[in-house]
Nanobody, 115 residues
């Protein structure tokens, strides 16, 4: 059974930082494109960051310069370092693994940015 398990969410004040992690199991992790999506209540799910198997990265314009995605293929883990957090970053953050036809989703971790 494929599993993507996110962790690291929580409550943080504006301007603070969080580091999200996603650990994959039962997939050949190194060949997958790994992504972070987020979804706020009443809004569509949006792509936040992407890191491909060659470590090429892409970011949503709203998070460029603040968020950094990285992967550790020795630990089957992808991270999202989030700095200078804003209230509009509040959402459930989902880990996504994608390869051609197959893709998998984690259950999400809640990030709340509020004073």
């Amino acid at each position: 059974q494929v599993q993507l398990v996110e962790s690291g969410g929580g409550l943080v004040q504006p301007g603070g930082s969080l580091r999200l992690s996603c650990v994959a199991s039962r997939i050949t992790f190194s060949v997958y494109t790994m992504e972070w999506y987020r979804q706020a209540p009443g809004k569509q799910r949006e792509l936040v960051a992407r890191i491909r198997s060659d470590s090429n990265t892409n970011y949503a314009d709203s998070v460029k310069g603040r968020f950094t995605i990285s992967r550790d293929n020795t630990k089957d883990t992808v991270h999202l370092q989030m700095n200078s957090l804003k209230p509009e970053d509040t959402a459930v953050y989902y880990c996504h693994a994608d390869r051609v036809i197959l893709d998998y989703w984690g259950k999400g971790t809640l990030v709340t940015v509020s004073s």
